[in-house]
Structure formats: C-alpha cells, structure tokens
Antibody, heavy 118, light 108 residues
C-alpha cells in the first residue's frame, strides 16, 4: 500500500524558518514525482511545485517560485518543503502528493497543518 | 496559466438523485483533466483522470465526460458518503497544475 507520511502540525512565529517532510512507503520512491499542494483555511487547492527524486528535477508554480524550496533525499525516500522566513499568510494545510508523470495525483499525504502566529 | 472554473459552488441533493458537476477550462486541455473528492477533514482522493477514466477502487456511480474546455462529473445515484467538495484539475499545460475552485455537494 502506498503511503505518504507527514507530521501532523507545526506552530511557528513570523520570520522563522521551517522545513516539513513527506516520507514515502510502499513504492519505489524514485519512480514518481512528489509534489506539494497548499490549502488555506476554508479554501481550495493550490499546486506549489513538484520534484522528481531520481534526479532532483524540480518545477514550481510561478506563484510559489522563490517563496519556497522543494527538495528530496532519495536515500531515505523523503521529500521536503522549506521556507526561510514564514509569514502569517503561510498558515495553511500542506499536502504532499505523488504524481503519475508528475501531473495526475494518485496518492496524497494526510497533510501538515502549519500555523504561523506571534 | 490555464484557469479552471467550476459550477455551481454548492449543490444540495437528495440521496438517490443524479448529480452533475461542471468544470470549464480557459483554453483547451484536450482530455488532460482529473477530478478529486475531498471529504471534511481528509486529504483529497483521485476519482477520475484522462477526463473519463475511473481511478482504482472508485465506484461505478462516478463518471466523467468532456474534452477541450467543457467537462462534467456525474454521480449517478448520490449516496450519503458522497458528501464532499469536488475539484477538477488540468494537467495539459504545466507548470502550474491548476485546480478549479471546487463544488460542495450537500445532502438535502
């Protein structure tokens, strides 16, 4: 069974840095793209970007380019989403998601709720 | 960037009724269109890809149709467990992948 395991929740202050993780189980991690999707409270889905762990080829949404960094460590089957300086507007649920050919999201993590508050 | 527009925003339906959800793309996406279901407090789940192909384990009451700019998700007979928000997503031109704003299906 394919599983993407994420931490449940994180609380940070504005200006702090953060790196959240997504560990893949039950499939060959380097065969699929892993992407990140943001869902702000009560809102829809925003695709942020994706990475192919085998060669670290990374694609970003223009809306998130330069705002976050997506990376992966294939040796431990884990992808990451990173911020250098959080803002209150980054408060959201962040899902990692496995993509068939990067584009059809066939498996989702349970999400990490990031709360940024002073 | 391709903009996806879903209608209606909310739909109230009685169990057993047929439900039709619409999704429109700002330019042709051919059949590169997926549908997802998100129940309250849960991650989304893939229902349909390539506009009309059901994902593994998806009940036959869910069907997708359309191509180009107009797409439809149909639930042939609504069950109580189908209460959810449904999103369409194009993958013809990316990045970025783009989602519609969602249609919330309520049980009447």
């Amino acid at each position: 069974e394919v599983q993407l395991v994420q931490p449940g929740a994180v609380v940070k202050k504005p200006g702090e840095s953060l790196k959240i993780s997504c560990k893949g189980f039950g499939y060959i991690f380097t065969d699929y793209w892993i992407g990140w999707v943001r869902q702000m409270p009560g809102k829809g889905l925003d695709w942020m970007g994706t990475i192919f762990p085998a060669d670290s080829d990374t694609r970003y949404s223009p809306s998130f380019q330069g705002q976050v960094t997506i990376s992966a460590d294939k040796s431990i089957s884990t992808a990451y989403l990173q911020w250098t300086s959080l803002e209150a507007s980054d408060t959201a649920m962040y899902y990692c998601a496995r993509g068939q050919a990067a584009t059809i999201i066939d498996s989702w993590g349970q999400g990490t709720l990031v709360t940024v508050s002073s | 960037e391709i903009v996806m527009t879903q209608s209606p925003a909310t739909l109230s339906v009685s169990p057993g009724e047929r439900v039709t959800l619409s999704c429109r793309a700002s330019q042709s996406v051919s059949n590169s269109l997926a549908w997802y279901q998100q129940k309250a407090g849960q991650a989304p789940r893939l229902l349909i890809y390539a506009a009309s192909t059901r994902a593994t384990g998806i009940p036959a009451r869910f069907s997708g149709s359309g191509s180009g700019t107009e797409f439809t998700l149909t639930i042939s007979s609504l069950q109580s467990e189908d209460l959810a928000v449904y999103y369409c997503q194009q993958y013809k031109n990316w990045p970025p992948l783009t989602f519609g704003g969602g249609t919330k299906v309520e049980i009447k």
